[in-house]
């Protein structure tokens, strides 16, 4: 299937040596090491136009930098996806409370931290844990970091249960 607008593989996927051109893992704006998503993930939440720019058989990167605008980006073509071509706010790149932090279940990040403010803790993690072990996630396809967000929901509680020494 040839795709309008996709850019064929960048230098024609080979070095000047000939040698096949190492594969980007690098953020192309921020130059922080991305993690590997798989395809599902970009299926599921790029917008339609967005979409259309995706290559066949290429493998895509995420950028978990908070401050960088770049989404994900391709490791041989050079195809880059921007908060902008997501249908969803990634949680790692937004500080609006209302975003979320669970895509399966829909937990916000301020639900946690209402419930932590309110109780001194979260059950959110227990729930999730339990509904995954249950194989109810699709992590892969709801989460734009393409991985289950349990790590991200910890920091949040982390983040809103108040120190020893604030109390
Ligand atoms: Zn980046």
New binding site residues.
Partial sequence: MVLEGFAPYAGGGMMSDGSPTPPVIA?P??R?TGRKVGLVALDALLTEEAHSRLGDGECYRF?K?GS?D?AYFGERAAVIFHLTDLRVPVFQKSSEPSRLVCYCFEYKVSDIEDEVRRTGGSTVPAVIGQKCKAGLDRCEEMNPQGSCCLGNIRQVVQQATPKKADV
């Fill in positions: 953020c704006e921020c922080a950028c930098t960088c770049v």
